[in-house]
């Protein structure tokens, strides 16, 4: 009988993730060029909502409020359905039970993301943002996980704390991910972010 086991608890770090899944990062520059900031054009009404949208963050951030539950309703949800993932084709779900079957090592791994997932090849993963002391790159191991585990490939991915936005990748047992978009930064690196998700649904998942 194969042993279950928790996603959560058991690919809580890199480590974890290259000897129990044999996953890998990849040293290729050319793996991962999607999320190199694609040449799209954002209108100014675009440009003006995502502003809003970043001193909304400033406004839990200073107050100390930012936890996975704020980040998701008044950040990541308002920016999917102004992007329009709401829509048919796409569709965001939350709480989708996840199982990943580790044949050599007799091993099945199970899970529940509090997440959004698309397609299930874009999946969307927010993490406990306690007074934004949460590094957004903890949950990578667990988002890249719960990658491996998509019926497509490759499979792209975003984690974030609020603070940080990280894009991942996977594809044929081998992953990477981008630089953290900081939105502490001095320029709106949401206006990236938003590039970076529309590039992949125009790309990767348009019909």
């Not at 936005?165 to 939105?183: E, N, Q, T």
Request: hydrophobic content about 40%; glycine content about 4%; some cysteine.
């Amino acid at each position: 009988m194969s042993s279950q086991l928790a996603i959560e608890q058991t690919i809580s770090s890199f480590q974890a993730l290259h000897e129990r899944l044999n996953l890998c990062r990849t040293s290729e520059a050319s793996f991962f060029p999607e999320w190199l900031t694609p040449t799209i054009e954002l209108v100014e009404n675009d440009k003006a909502f995502l502003d809003h949208l970043r001193q909304r963050y400033y406004n839990y951030y200073n107050a100390g409020l930012l936890t996975e539950g704020t980040v998701l309703l008044s950040i990541v949800a308002p920016l999917l359905e102004r992007l329009g993932f709401h829509e048919p084709p796409f569709f965001v779900q939350s709480e989708i039970p996840i199982s990943l079957e580790v044949t050599e090592r007799n091993e099945i791994y199970r899970g529940r993301m509090d997440v959004l997932v698309i397609r299930e090849s874009l999946w969307v993963l927010t993490v406990e943002a306690k007074r934004s002391k949460f590094a957004a790159d903890l949950a990578l191991p667990q988002c890249l996980a719960y990658m491996s585990a998509a019926p497509q490939q490759p499979s792209f991915g975003m984690v974030t704390n609020g603070s940080d936005f990280i894009f991942c990748k996977v594809a044929d047992g081998m992953y990477d991910f981008s630089d953290p978009l900081s939105l502490l930064s001095r320029q709106n690196r949401l206006y990236e972010v938003a590039m970076i998700l529309t590039g992949l649904k125009e790309g990767r998942f348009s019909s």
